[in-house]
């Protein structure tokens, strides 16, 4: 059925009048909700028909679900979108540490539990940075909800980590010995060139974005959060095998989209992913760790064209395709 418009002379009109005027359609509307799962309040973003295939998009450190704000419109049109905030961060409560154990164990069992709460039976799982050991702990736990990946700077692999974690790996034999580590990790400096990285165009990065997000890590109780979530990180190293062994047991359409620009989480460890899924679709970016800052266009193409290929919409393809 084609596209119908209202005339300009119609539409000024109506305003005009204060007539209300009802979207054409509210598919690409993100709407912004309130869960509470096992007694902790969490907030999530949803966009798109709720009979289309789900999409289930887990954030980065220090980020939350606002960093999937420039691609969700941009899939709500034929698909069903949930982005949720982590127990600790975005808009999600942040019970103090005595009160909830801030493990990666833990925050995958809230987001599965979030999951059984919307009453979400199959989902392709979207994963970035922290949402690597989230969603592989939930893929593992749940392997017959996840019907496809997509892989973006989440590493899996001990080649993917970066210089900075040689620091890191200090403070997890010592803490008590290297408390520069979270202040490092948690700094505004940190936070910014989180997003930048290694890349020549700072010009396309919104400096908002790493401000918001050290307001965020400057909230009371936050550093102890992170400090806890930084410890933590060791378990999900130790994990690698078994997610790997995990990825050759369940050969899943995969896609992996990787910033080139990232130090952190390198391109070797893009690359590993096809030691394991020989089948992925794998492609570096001219991007850094949030390669949405940096290359919105080229994720959302290469997001809609493998999920066409992979998880059919319920409605005719559109002109983005």
Do not use: C
Request: avoid cysteine; charge should be negative; hydrophobic fraction near 35%.
């Amino acid at each position: 059925m084609p596209t119908q418009t209202v005339p300009a002379a119609e539409m000024a009109l109506a305003l005009a009048s204060g007539t209300p005027q009802p979207l054409h359609s509210t598919s690409a509307t993100t709407t912004y909700h309130r869960a509470e799962v096992n007694g902790v309040g969490i907030f999530y973003r949803e966009a798109g028909p709720r009979d289309a295939p789900t999409i289930l998009l887990m954030h980065g450190y220090p980020s939350s679900s606002r960093q999937w704000d420039p691609l969700l419109p941009l899939l709500a049109d034929r698909y069903h979108l949930i982005a949720p905030d982590y127990p600790g961060f975005g808009q999600s409560d942040a019970p103090s540490p005595d009160q909830y154990t801030y493990t990666f164990d833990s925050l995958a069992t809230t987001m599965d539990g979030l999951v059984a709460h919307l009453g979400i039976e199959r989902y392709t799982l979207v994963m970035q940075d922290y949402g690597g050991p989230v969603g592989f702990r939930m893929a593992l736990a749940h392997p017959d909800r996840v019907t496809a990946l997509i892989v973006q700077n989440a590493n899996a692999y001990i080649e993917g980590l970066g210089p900075k974690w040689q620091g890191i790996a200090k403070y997890w034999a010592d803490p008590a010995a290297h408390p520069e580590q979270v202040e490092t990790f948690t700094s505004l400096e940190a936070a910014k060139q989180r997003h930048l990285g290694n890349s020549p165009n700072h010009e396309r990065y919104n400096p908002d974005t790493w401000t918001d997000e050290y307001a965020l890590l400057s909230r009371p109780g936050a550093g102890d959060i992170q400090a806890a979530l930084l410890y933590d990180y060791r378990t999900n190293v130790a994990s690698y095998p078994a997610w790997q062994a995990w990825m050759r047991s369940h050969p899943l359409p995969t896609l992996v989209l990787w910033g080139r620009y990232d130090p952190s989480f390198i391109v070797p460890g893009a690359e590993a992913y096809l030691r394991d899924m020989p089948s992925a679709e794998l492609h570096i970016l001219d991007a850094g760790h949030f390669a949405l800052d940096e290359a919105t266009d080229e994720v959302a193409r290469l997001t809609r064209g493998f999920l066409a290929r992979h998880t059919p919409p319920t409605m005719p393809p559109s002109s983005l395709e």
